[in-house]
């Protein structure tokens, strides 16, 4: 059975930078497509940031291009998500998911969160101006 666990949110202020890490077991995931989404409070949950296990083109959400990059190490089974330059608006709890498709350069795929079959159980950040 496929898990994936977040770790890494925490407390920062506008401006710092934070790395999430996604660590995935029970399954073989070079041809796995893997995002993060976040949910703010009030808010439906939205898409982040994705990209193909195998590598890629990866695929943002407009308000974080620039600042988030998503990335892989394949000996460790983990997903990194990279935010830099942190505004308040990006508090929510930040979840990764992941399905056993390969979604390749299409990118629209990436967005839709009912194209993911696995859920890690979030992680929080919060961003204090």
């Known amino acids: 059975q496929v898990q994936l666990v977040e770790s890494g949110g925490g407390l920062v202020q506008a401006g710092d930078s934070l790395r999430l890490s996604c660590t995935a077991s029970?399954?073989?995931?070079?041809?796995?497509?893997m995002g993060w989404f976040r949910q703010a409070p009030g808010w439906e949950r939205e898409f982040v940031i994705g990209?193909?296990?195998?590598?890629?083109?990866?695929y943002a959400e407009d308000s974080v291009k620039g600042r988030f990059a998503i990335s892989s190490d394949n000996a460790k089974n983990t997903v990194y998500l990279q935010m830099n330059s942190l505004k308040p608006e990006d508090t929510a709890v930040y979840y990764c998911?992941?399905?056993?498709?390969?979604?390749?350069?299409?990118?629209?795929?990436?967005?839709?969160?009912?194209?993911?079959?696995?859920w890690g159980q979030g992680t929080q950040v919060t961003v204090s101006s």
């Open positions: 998911a992941a399905t056993a498709r390969y979604f390749g350069d299409s990118g629209s795929v990436y967005f839709d969160e009912a194209n993911y079959v696995y």
């Open positions: 029970g399954g073989t995931f070079s041809d796995y497509a």
């Open positions: 990209v193909s296990w195998s590598g890629g083109t990866a």
